[in-house]
């Protein structure tokens, strides 16, 4: 199977020498959904900050991060702004946590997706809008054509994360990094939304990195799973593997502090 995306031995060292990523090597295989979890600052959301080229001002990078989702090769760690614009949004798409941060509350939902499609495909406001429509019902937001003139705050939370994705999806990524997007939300609308990722990724193809602090979530949604400790990478490997036949001490303490270890019998009912 083709790896999207390779990162080899990556480091990260921020203004003044503070070294927060040691050691971190990973692979996503193309079109399947590849986890990351670990405790509070052991590097997660860095990492897709490297990914993504959004790394404080003045870091320092070493290692290699191999993109294979474009025409050719190339290493994320050495892009130049140019490239960063083919690359960030297009190729390799995000979503976050708090999905109203990531839309802008005065600009109509049609406007935040059209906006990407109409820069980076350059399609005219009249295909813009259809393409719109059309993500709105994959990502099953009602009445699409409606959804376009509303804004943000006119959405639950659950509807507005979808909404996030349908933007972070507009411009047909490769690659959707997803960091922490259902922690902020209820249980059940958690579960749609990873059915919605899992159908996306059978669907399309789309590979998915997808970090989280919930190992039930990890359970239900990836098939390899990493988990990071203090800038490193400890335990790696299929997820069921890892977690129901955990190796290193820490992936042990990790696994038998989760309240409900015995919902992992069926997180298949969850998520797919
Ligand atoms: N902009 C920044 N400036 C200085 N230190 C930072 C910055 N961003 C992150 N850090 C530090 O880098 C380390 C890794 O942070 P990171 O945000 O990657 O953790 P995380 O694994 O995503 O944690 P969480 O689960 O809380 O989101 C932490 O020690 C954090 O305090
Ligand atoms: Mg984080």
Redesign the pocket.
Known sequence: MSQILSIENLA?T???D?R??EDISLEVPEGEIVG?A????????????ALLGL??DRSQTSGHAWWRGGAEPRDLLTLDQRSWNRVRGREIAMVF?DATAALHPMLTVGTQITEHMRVHLQLSRRDARRRAVELLDRVRIPDPEASLRSYPHQFSGGMRQRVAIAAALACQPRLLIA??PTTALDVTVQAGILRLLEELRAETGLSVLF?T?DLAVLAALTTQAYV?RE?RVIESGATEELLFHPRHEYTKTLVAARPQADDWDEPEQVAR
């Open positions: 990260v921020l203004q003044g503070q927060v990523i990351i670990g405790e509070s600052g052991s590097g997660k959301s860095l990492t897709a900050a790394l404080p946590q960091d922490e970090i602090h990071f800038g």
